[in-house]
């Protein structure tokens, strides 16, 4: 697992790309508007907590980071899914190198650059973000660590591990792999029997705590969430296979996929090599668990991102083998070239300005980053014409989050949760006390039309207002129901019963 050639060289090209694709990004990520998901994760970082009830708390740590330092916009956000991102595509060098040699570590950086998914995830801060970057580094130490047959590394490679459940809990399939890695190589035998792979699993338990501590005083309601939560909605749907292929093909694209779906299974039939056996360690178990659970789960198109890397290495390795056959490296340009064009398509994909007529039906229905500001100034006139003082609910977390960001002053807005359905993360702040008695102005998504559906049992009165409809010039991304809603001095809102501490003012 040494590498062969050009390391100079090579690190120096490396880090040219790498600071490269992180500038351009950072420059793009003041382009667009946030997505919910990135506005969410940035209200948790407004209350900065050990961890949050449907994910663990790197992300919003890293968000508030920067925008402490630099004040908050959509730019400084987004830094923190650019800190992610370097981290990860340096690592994803560096194992690379120690695996297949300097060339094949170019070439995987390369792929990884222009897939979308890789390429996006240094724009969208999502708990994706840490996880990836956590898991390339711990990859990269294990195998430093084996080669070297120096325990130390495992320190950092425990730390590692932690820091990627920090982001996501998929990080912890990180520590079966590490020993499976260690078990399966002589040299990795020799360092099981001494403490240090012992002490690096004390380093990620450690690491991990503060997620520990949070949950131990709520009843474990993220476990429970992300556990039987998500075991309660298993169906055998055989139709999810398609969506699932699909989904993968359309963010990594589809060579560059069936590529990273194929490189790992043939790593495995050269288990007995240790670079071959380790990319194939960090990539197959995942690919499996998602192709077993596409029948009868939707499998999300971030889910596999941890198992690229490696993937993506044994791929570049594979393909330089070869390199000698034309239609190997026919193959190997097509699949580069046609992720990088999927990738501008997926940057472009916002602007509609820049793209033709024909693909706003397209990609209305899967905007999500427009009209927020157009929705925020109306909200706001209507707060406005009731006193200025009036609660903003958005009905689920996306408005309710947008909302909080775009809104004039960045109030703190409420979710669903006040008419008992589920508001994620939002019901941890819920005070039933500061709600009664106050007037409320309702948003509800078209997208998401079944939310709040209480709201006609709780308002009194409750006044429909002029909707806002979003457009994607002709093509419609959806429409907004707005309502003024007069919440009752004696209104029924239960706190969650997951909380265990008064809700922050």
Not at 450 to 467: E, S
Request: net charge positive; hydrophobic share 50%; proline share 7%.
């Amino acid at each position: 697992m040494t590498p062969s050639l050009g390391k100079n060289e090579s690190a120096r090209t490396a880090l040219l790309l790498i600071a490269g694709s992180i500038l351009l990004h950072v420059v793009y990520a003041g382009l667009l508007g946030l997505s919910p998901q990135e506005a969410y994760y940035w209200s948790w970082s407004r209350r900065l907590a050990l961890s949050y009830f449907d994910h663990p708390p790197l992300a919003a740590w890293t968000i508030r980071l920067f925008t402490d330092l630099l004040g908050t916009t959509e730019r400084t956000v987004r830094l923190a899914a650019a800190l992610h991102g370097a981290l990860f595509l340096t690592f994803l060098y560096l194992t690379g190198r120690r695996l297949f040699g300097a060339r094949a570590a170019l070439l995987a950086l390369g792929f990884a650059l222009v897939a979308p998914l890789t390429s996006l995830g240094q724009v969208i801060i999502t708990p994706d973000g840490p996880l990836l970057s956590g898991w390339a580094a711990a990859t990269y130490f294990t195998v430093r660590a084996i080669d070297e047959e120096r325990g130390r590394w495992l320190l950092l490679a425990g730390l590692a591990a932690g820091w990627s459940a920090l982001g996501k809990y998929t990080g912890f399939l990180l520590l079966p792999q590490i020993f499976l890695a260690l078990l399966l190589d002589a040299r990795g035998r020799r360092l099981l029997a001494t403490p240090w792979p012992w002490l690096g699993l004390l380093v990620a338990v450690v690491t991990f705590s503060p997620v520990l501590a949070w949950n131990a005083e709520r009843r474990w309601v993220s476990f429970v969430f992300q556990s039987e939560g998500r075991a309660a909605t298993f169906a055998f749907r055989p139709v999810l296979v398609g969506r699932f292929v699909a989904l993968q093909a359309l963010l990594v694209s589809p060579l560059l996929w069936l590529a990273v779906m194929a490189s790992p299974f043939l790593a495995a039939r050269r288990w007995r090599e240790p670079s071959w056996r380790v990319a194939a360690l960090f990539s197959l178990p995942l690919i499996l668990l998602m192709i077993a659970v596409s029948p009868f789960h939707w499998v999300k198109g971030n889910w596999g991102a941890p198992a690229y890397p490696t993937a993506l290495t044994a791929f570049a390795a594979l393909a330089l083998e070869a390199w000698d056959r034309a239609w190997v490296r026919a193959f190997t340009w097509a699949t580069g070239g046609l992720a990088a064009l999927a990738s501008v398509l997926f940057h472009l994909a916002p602007f509609p300005s820049l793209l033709p007529a024909f693909t706003d039906r397209l990609l209305a229905r899967d905007e999500n980053t427009a009209g927020w500001r157009r929705l925020a100034a109306r909200v706001e006139a209507e707060r406005r014409a009731l006193g200025g003082d009036a609660v903003v609910v958005g009905c689920t977390y996306k408005p309710a989050a947008e909302l909080q960001f775009y809104l004039p002053g960045r109030p703190f807005t409420q979710s669903s949760g006040i008419f008992g359905q589920n508001g994620l993360e939002f019901d941890e702040w819920l005070d039933p006390a500061a709600l009664r008695g106050r007037d409320a102005i309702l948003v509800v998504d078209g997208r998401e039309a079944d939310a709040c559906q209480a709201r006609q049992a709780l308002c009194r009165p409750l006044v429909p207002l002029a909707p806002e409809r979003v457009l994607r010039r002709a093509a419609t991304v959806t429409t907004f129901s707005l309502w003024r809603c007069g919440i009752p001095a004696d209104a029924a809102i239960p706190p969650p019963r997951w909380r265990a501490t008064p809700p922050p003012r």
